[in-house]
């Protein structure tokens, strides 16, 4: 299959692109804790469905990686497992309304089942959205967007909230040695969100495990960390995953000891290898704690 000419397809986009409820959560400068108080207030996240969650800081509302499609609207992503599986395999758990209830977007980057066809017809015009270069940035626009804005590490602050960029590698080092799909995979990045006496999250984007994932785990300490678990496949490389799966799990909760741990991304695209309900009994087998290593139903609030 042609990777580099399948991006321009919507329909192969989808495929080759991505080749291509209630607990507990606080803020950078040159120290990025230097603000990083006892947090007092909560912020309230709620899994969507897939990689589309939603964080609420003091009534300032982030949708992050919005697919909005109806169940079974797209072909299986080409090249993948299971392709034969449309997806998204479930609904959504609230209308597109509801989860459209929100001040702005955030794109870690421009995969079809982080921001597929659906959304970009239903989001409206002006809604603020961020994204991780220049090139998203551009993409986006083109669709009619007017308040597209570039995500950096050195970070923004949108009403009150700092929301920190941080990098990711969407599979490994050998999938990226091969020129079409180190193009298909492309660039992902993750999400710092930090504001004074809340805790501090860090949504990790699609990414596998690597320094870079624990250079922002030590830097930014965070309080609660979302990982994209799918444990999603290629149908080469059939023994490595684009994105985390159980292991990195378990590798995140005894990274950061003091974090809990949200596990996202599953249940909904075709190349997931990792169900909710595997996870949950890896969760036990490992005797790993409920209140730390979460694994929320679709439509589940959490308050940290």
């Not at 692109?17 to 507990?24: D, N, R, V, W």
């Not at 395999?89 to 421009?110: G, N």
């Not at 998203?136 to 970070?155: N, P, S």
């Not at 660039?187 to 710092?192: D, N």
Request: charged letters at 20%.
């Amino acid at each position: 299959m042609n990777i580099a000419k399948s991006l321009t397809s919507t329909t192969l986009l989808s495929g080759v692109m991505l080749l291509t409820a209630c607990t507990t959560f606080a803020t950078p400068a040159a120290n990025p804790n230097a603000d990083k108080q006892t947090a007092t207030n909560t912020v309230e996240f709620q899994q969507i469905r897939n990689a589309t969650i939603k964080l609420d800081y003091d009534g300032t509302t982030f949708l992050v990686d919005p697919m909005l499609a109806a169940k079974n609207a797209y072909p299986g992503f080409a090249d993948t497992l299971n392709s034969q599986i449309r997806y998204p395999m479930v609904d959504l758990p609230v209308s597109v309304a509801e989860v459209l209830k929100a001040d702005a977007i955030i794109l870690t980057h421009l995969h079809a089942d982080h921001w597929d066809d659906a959304a970009r017809n239903l989001v409206p015009r002006n809604m603020p959205i961020f994204t991780q270069n220049e090139a998203d940035a551009a993409i986006v626009r083109k669709d009619g967007f007017t308040d597209v804005r570039v995500l950096t590490e050195q970070g923004v602050v949108f009403k009150g909230t700092r929301i920190n960029k941080t990098i990711g590698q969407h599979g490994t080092d050998e999938m990226y040695k091969v020129p079409a799909l180190a193009q298909a995979l492309g660039k992902t990045m993750g999400i710092v969100f930090q504001k004074p006496n809340y805790k501090t999250v860090y949504v990790v984007g699609d990414t596998i495990w690597n320094k870079d994932v624990e250079n922002a785990l030590t830097r930014y300490k965070p309080d609660a960390v979302i990982l994209n678990t799918g444990y999603a496949k290629l149908s080469t490389f059939v023994d490595d995953s684009i994105i985390m799966g159980k292991d990195d799990v378990y590798r995140a909760y005894q990274f950061s000891p003091n974090a809990q741990i949200v596990n996202v991304h599953m249940d909904t695209v075709n190349h997931g290898a990792l169900s909710k309900a595997e996870l949950r009994r890896f969760i036990e087998e490992k005797h790993l704690d409920k209140q730390r290593a979460l694994v929320p139903n679709d439509g589940q609030t959490y308050k940290f």
